[in-house]
């Protein structure tokens, strides 16, 4: 039975409509590849704000943070506020983003070049991309979860919904690139926001403040509260999303890019600290949401699959015209990050990976071309990946994993590029190499049973991911002391 009326259809389709032609329009503004790799530099403070913010919050956003709310109440949102705390560190102190944008460069990697040579930017650019799109590989599938679950369709229209939703964002994005992804982020953040607003009131008005606390207490106790207190949590758990909250705010490609559009270094600082708010936020109302479902669905209601217990909770309380708000909502923070997510790796292949290939020597026609072929393989790879990856486990644990692939070593590189002048190429190269093979390894261990009680309950993903960290620190450090810079280091920008 569908929960999924033609008000609610009206609603959403003529979002759709909006949004597909103000990505199109801008398609004519641009004529080189700077402009759509990265809007030609010209993000102001405000369109930044709501690009990141648009940005980093999507269905599966929304569908990951619920399930934490849903199984660890409110201390799911630890990690909303270390990833606040973070990004307000790093936009107010300058720490290594400062030195990046001065630098004047299109990707992280590019940056790396000018300290550890060619082929270290060629390697991250690797990784980056392999991390990037295996993080983003299972966005489609969830998104289309949440929209069958919430609006009631039949879950055959799974995978139609999945390649239309993919089509829609690949048009304009292929078109417009990062102008077209800036453009329709502000109208998409307006729309999220709105949507959030309305159903987190309806959720206070129809469950209630209080029930949603006696829930967390009767299922979880004072560890509700207290990360520190619960058995699966403790200091692993904050030690693990501390490091990765970091990483992300300095390496994670999507937010980079925010900061490398912007029309100058202090813009770029100030859309950190002013969003780093919102990365609370995001965490937060996802997972009352969560609590909500835990307050109102009996077990068997949810079944072993937690990820569906919050769509399921707002397809049984959401009325028609807010239903349709809500899909609008959802799909405008879909449509955003997904736009987003794929021209930020399409940059990093033609800037980094291809960058033997055309040596900066294509014409602008040339490289716009390429820049738009490669954002479309990347929509065929997401689509296909995104049907046949089976998820284990939480779908967090996963996020955080393949992130690590890239976050833990781009860090490292990062910040010894910034601070540390005895780093060099044999240090960035064994961080790299340590960086990659761990999360994989644990990734791929998964998902053979022979070996999945081991990852799963004897490491698990927190001391995977810690360990992560720890190993490719020291591989840059041993790695540099043992091979010292026989060069005078490159200029820094």
């Not at 540390?420 to 990734?443: D, H, M, Q, Y």
Request: charged share 10%; hydrophobic share 50%; proline share 4%.
């Amino acid at each position: 039975m569908t929960n999924f009326s033609w008000i609610d259809g009206s609603i959403v389709g003529l979002y759709i409509v909006a949004t597909m032609i103000a990505g199109i329009a801008v398609r004519k503004y641009v004529g080189k590849v700077e402009h759509f790799l990265i809007a030609g530099r010209e993000m102001n403070l405000y369109l930044g704000i709501a690009s990141l913010a648009a940005t980093e919050f999507g269905i599966v956003t929304c569908m990951y943070t619920s399930q934490n709310g849903y199984k660890n109440g409110f201390a799911g949102a630890t990690p909303g506020i270390l990833a606040m705390l973070a990004m307000f560190f790093v936009g107010y102190t300058g720490f290594c983003v400062k030195p990046l944008r001065d630098a004047g460069v299109i990707t992280i990697p590019e940056l790396f070049e000018k300290r550890y040579g060619p082929r270290i930017r060629w390697a991250a650019g690797v990784v980056i991309v392999l991390g990037g799109l295996l993080n983003m590989g299972v966005f489609l599938r969830t998104g289309g979860d949440f929209l069958v679950a919430v609006c009631g369709f039949d879950p055959k229209y799974l995978e139609i919904t999945m390649t239309a939703l993919l089509l829609f964002v690949a048009i304009y994005t292929v078109l417009g690139g990062m102008l077209s992804v800036l453009v329709t982020d502000f109208l998409q953040f307006v729309v999220m926001s709105g949507g959030l607003l309305a159903v987190t009131i309806l959720i206070l008005v129809n469950v209630g403040w209080s029930e949603l606390v006696a829930a967390v207490q009767k299922n979880y106790g004072a560890g509700g509260f207290n990360p520190l207190v619960k058995p699966d949590m403790g200091w692993k758990y904050i030690a693990d999303n501390a490091l990765l909250s970091l990483a992300m705010v300095l390496t994670w490609q999507t937010t980079i890019q925010r900061l490398l559009a912007a029309k100058d270094t202090k813009t770029g600082c100030q859309v950190y600290t002013r969003t780093s708010v919102f990365f609370l936020c995001r965490w937060l109302i996802p997972v009352v949401w969560g609590i909500a479902a835990l307050a109102v669905l009996k077990p068997e209601d949810v079944g072993d699959n937690t990820l569906l217990a919050m769509p399921t909770m707002l397809s049984r309380l959401t009325p028609v015209g807010l239903m349709g708000i809500l899909v609008a909502a959802m799909l405008a923070a879909d449509m955003s990050t997904d736009a987003s997510y794929m021209i930020t790796w399409s940059s990093v292949i033609y800037n980094d990976i291809l960058a033997p290939f055309h040596k900066n020597q294509w014409s602008e026609k040339r490289g716009l071309i390429v820049s738009r072929s490669i954002v479309a393989i990347i929509g065929v790879f997401l689509l296909v990946y995104g049907l046949w990856y089976p998820l284990q486990g939480s779908l967090w644990d996963y996020l955080r994993v393949t992130g690590n692939i890239y976050l833990s070593s781009m860090s490292v590189l990062l910040v010894a590029c910034c601070y540390w002048k005895r780093a060099n190429s044999w240090g960035a190269a064994g961080a790299i190499i340590c960086g990659a093979v761990i999360p994989t390894a644990f990734l791929v261990m998964e998902q053979l049973p022979s070996t999945q009680h081991f990852a799963k309950v004897v490491v698990g993903p927190e001391y995977s991911n810690i360990a992560t960290y720890i190993i490719a620190a020291t591989a840059m450090v041993v790695g540099s002391l043992l091979k010292p810079q026989t060069k005078p280091v490159a200029a820094r920008g």
